[in-house]
């Protein structure tokens, strides 16, 4: 790389300072008054689970209902980019990347002790029996599966929609565009993705100082480390330490790296664990208890218990919505930046039903486990163990299974590794908030954030306001969520016209006999010609095309310029005012020859050998996949003039 070519330091000042001087204030603030601030905020957020949580309810139904619809829907088909983008990731990269940023730390904390208790501590009824096994293990389900995948999925989308099909940053100020417009490029959209900083930052740090609490009790266990603060500190800054130099590494080399090795670690300790406890009744209780999760989804999902009123409620359910809401800009732009190329439907599919049964299964496998020995073999012990202290739940669990030392050193190793990638996944957001969507600023400022992460951290675990930050954290889903709402209506508006210009095809007449023409079409499937070809085609045949096109509507009064360059090709643009411009290019792509035997003859002149190059034909939504090289003059203006009428056409649809 040379001097000239490295990335700039670059940050938008109205986002970066304001959001590092607001963190700072809360911080200080929350540290100065630890109890005083986790009384308020604990007030702040029961008031909110006795007075909203219908609402909470009623934005993770109106989303799940959401994703439903638009994965059947048309609009499925419509692609998270250009329309001839491909992703930029394999399935395996991109399920282990998502899944590490979204919930992976949470379920080995959680994998044996939510549903050991639920089962032990059911919202309505005596626990401890087979009816309390059954609905421990779909509470557990309801919470970790298809709804909160549903909220990532949901805003992921929206992000990844306005940001790669209509070239707006990837920050969160982009889900608002269909509200606010072009205020988005202003203070309002720098308020937004201030906000959006504070939240992840603040996510993150009391994710990671309440997760050392694990590590610091594995550690303990294993190797009789002392359960102490400043030892959760040095842990702290030793995880954020592996995470800069995962930032340093890049999303390719560092995030994707880590990720893949966490899911092959996580489907190994999986494997084990049921190959070692009773694995038909652990597989047979999962499937059974999965029917009942999804047959139940939809009176789980709106279950308020009105009628037995109790605080499992607002300590579990509401909690959970409240996090999943709070933790979207994060996770949704994290998620976004990976799922370039997708299709809606492939997309939402992929991040809410595969998680969605992953996540089922690790705890039908992991939390059976627990609650088959409980219950069955009079294991009490374990289940006051994880009331007392859920954190021990994992490694309490694994003292009942073969190799105890060994599963809990995996065990240990894959939370330091989820931690990790939560960490170095939110830098890399933080980063991108504060630096207008841009993913490729230099090292030393991405490792900005993974410091601040850190001490922010260390300071609320030291000033004992972990507490009080969470409760604010899940405070701040109200006011987000209905900011949300007006993003996904704003979001449906854009898709549906984005849907009426794909179906919006006019009728041109039947063409002329095109009987004479059979040999020279012939030939022209045994040509491959060079990117040179094709640049002297745009060069000779194409822009002359064009111009004549132009001078024509220019007889009309309509404005078009036609423009040249390396990467965009022919370009002619079209303006029509307010509504939506018309855009026609042919540019130049390589592609691996169909078959090389049949190829016509050497081309000298090839920079790449196997590979051709095609004249393609791309509108403002992308690459249309057709090629026009060899095409006369006339026959150009001709395609030009069809693509033209679809879409005046479209314009004519959408006003009606």
């Known amino acids: 790389m040379t001097p000239s070519s490295r990335p700039e330091f670059s940050i938008d000042p109205a986002v970066f300072y304001p959001a590092l001087i607001l963190l700072a204030a809360g911080v200080i603030a929350v540290v100065a008054m630890p109890g005083d601030g986790a009384a308020t905020f604990a007030a702040l957020q029961a008031t909110i689970v006795r007075s909203a949580s219908w609402f909470y309810v009623l934005v993770i139904a109106v989303i799940a209902v959401m994703v439903l619809v638009l ?14 983008a491909e992703p930029d990731y394999g399935f395996l990269s991109w399920f282990s990347m998502l899944f590490a940023a979204g919930v992976g730390v949470g379920l080995l904390f959680y994998g044996v002790a939510e549903p050991v208790m639920h089962f032990l501590s059911p919202p309505v009824g005596e626990g401890g029996d087979m009816a309390a096994a059954a609905d421990g293990l779909q509470l557990a389900y309801l919470h970790w599966g298809f ?26 100020r982009s889900a608002f565009y269909p509200l606010i417009g072009d205020r988005i ?32 009790t594995g550690l303990n266990y294993l190797f009789g480390v002392a359960v102490d603060v400043w030892i959760q500190v040095i842990l702290i800054f030793a995880t954020m330490a592996v995470a800069t130099v995962s930032v340093i590494m890049g999303l390719d080399s560092g995030i994707k790296r880590l990720s893949e090795i966490n899911t092959v670690l996580a489907v190994s300790l999986l494997l084990l664990i049921l190959l070692a406890g009773p694995t ?21 999902t709106f279950d308020l218990y009105v009628y037995a009123p109790n605080d499992w409620l607002g300590s579990w359910t509401i909690f959970y919505w409240g996090w999943w809401i709070s933790w979207t800009p994060f996770v949704g732009i994290f998620v976004a930046r990976i799922s370039r190329g997708r299709t809606i439907r492939e997309f939402l599919i992929g991040v809410t039903v595969v998680p969605t049964l992953f996540v089922c299964l690790w705890l039908g496998v992991l939390g059976g486990s627990g609650i088959e020995l409980i219950l069955n073999q009079g294991v009490s012990e374990l289940g006051e163990a994880i009331l007392d202290n859920p954190a021990m739940g994992l490694f309490r669990f694994l003292e009942f299974l073969p190799a105890t030392e060994l599963l809990s050193m995996i065990c240990l190793g894959m939370i330091v590794i989820f931690f990790v990638t939560s960490a170095d996944s939110g830098a890399m957001v933080l980063n991108m908030l504060s630096a207008r969507g841009r993913d490729d600023t230099p090292a030393l400022q991405r490792s900005i954030w993974t410091l601040v992460i850190a001490v922010t951290a260390s300071v609320l675990l030291l000033g004992g306001g972990l507490q009080a930050l969470q409760a ?8 987000f969520s209905i900011a949300l709402l007006g993003a996904f209506w704003g979001f449906a508006k854009a898709i549906s016209v984005d849907g009426a210009k794909r179906q919006a095809v006019s009728t041109p007449p039947p063409p002329a006999s095109q009987a004479q023409e059979w040999r020279a079409r012939l030939n022209n499937l045994f040509e491959y010609p060079a990117d040179s070809a094709v640049r002297a085609f745009q060069k000779n045949t194409v822009l002359p095309a064009m111009q004549t096109f132009v001078s024509e509507l220019s007889g009309h009064g309509v404005d078009a310029v036609v423009t040249n360059d390396t990467d965009q090709g022919a370009r002619l643009e079209v303006y029509h005012g307010d509504e939506v411009d018309f855009v026609y290019a042919v540019c130049e792509r390589s592609h691996s020859l169909p078959d090389e035997s049949i190829a016509k003859k050497e081309r000298p002149d090839s920079e790449s050998v196997g590979s051709f190059s095609r004249a393609e034909v791309h509108l403002a939504e992308g690459g249309q996949d057709y090629d026009v090289m060899g095409w006369s003059e006339e026959q150009v203006i001709v395609d030009i003039l069809n693509q033209y009428e679809d879409h005046l056409h479209f314009l004519h649809t959408v006003r009606d």
């Open 280 to 300: 038909a009744l652990l597989l047979s209780g999962t499937l059974q208890n999965f029917g009942g999760y999804i047959a139940s989804v939809v009176p789980r």
């Open 185 to 216: 490029h202003g203070p309002l959209g720098a308020a937004v993705d201030v906000f959006a900083v504070i939240c992840t930052t603040c996510g993150i740090s009391v994710s990671l100082g309440l997760g050392v609490l694990q590590i610091n």
């Open 472 to 479: 604010a954290t899940i405070a701040s889903a109200l006011p």
């Open 71 to 84: 994965a059947v829907s048309r609009y499925g088909d419509i692609k998270l980019g250009p329309d001839h």
């Open 147 to 172: 709804n909160a995948w549903a909220t990532y999925a949901a805003v992921a989308m929206v992000l990844a929609y306005f940001s790669y099909r209509h070239d707006l940053p990837l920050t969160l």
